[in-house]
């Protein structure tokens, strides 16, 4: 015995229902897709905005900074234009000095202390080996350019002379 075939009449309507959900899941996909498009646009507004804020906050930030070195600019050309003594402009570039490093350490920079302290590779560059039986090995025994950290972040490292010993050079030229 073989299956009943189905009717016409039966086979329309099954077109029909299968038309019918066909058209509600188009609409379902386009409802969704139209939903998409929006969550897509309103992220990248989102983005554009956050960006914005993010500059904003770095300009009025960089802006305060700037303000605060002003004055040091303001003193500085008096220095360049002011017909004084020596004695007068090294004292006066002094004060420039002091009031520019007040400003460093209120916004968080501060010097790398180098020397008499161990070569550390993050914190120091080191341009050249000094031989000596003075420092133990690996001591930094002269700070060529000064080092400066910004909160826990290396904003330049200290180019530094590391102490070695003589007799470790003695050594490689026998293993040669």
């Known amino acids: 015995m073989s299956p009943k075939k189905p009717s016409k009449k039966e086979l329309q309507k099954r077109v029909e229902e299968l038309e019918n959900k066909l058209?509600?899941?188009e609409a379902k996909a386009e409802k969704h897709l139209s939903q998409?498009?929006?969550a897509k646009a309103d992220l990248e507004n989102i983005q554009k905005q956050s960006?914005?804020?993010i500059q904003d906050v770095m300009e009025r930030a960089n802006?305060?900074?700037l303000q605060q070195l002003l004055p040091l600019l303001d003193e500085v050309e008096i220095l360049a234009t002011n017909d004084a003594e020596k004695d007068n402009l090294v004292q006066?570039?002094?004060m420039v000095l002091k009031k520019l490093q007040k400003v460093m350490d209120s916004e968080g920079v501060r010097v790398i202390e180098a020397e008499g302290h161990p070569f550390d590779?993050?914190?120091h560059d080191a341009v050249m080996e000094v031989e000596t039986s003075e420092e133990p090995d690996g001591v930094v025994v002269e700070e060529v350019r000064r080092g400066y950290m910004y909160k826990d972040r290396v904003l330049r490292a200290s180019m530094v002379k590391v102490?070695?010993?003589p007799k470790q050079s003695e050594?490689?030229?026998q293993d040669e």
């Open 51 to 53: 960006q914005k804020r």
């Open 92 to 94: 006066g570039i002094g």
């Open 23 to 25: 058209k509600e899941a």
């Open 163 to 165: 102490a070695r010993s």
């Open 171 to 173: 050594e490689e030229n």
């Open 36 to 38: 998409l498009k929006y």
């Open 121 to 123: 590779p993050f914190r």
């Open 63 to 65: 802006g305060g900074l």
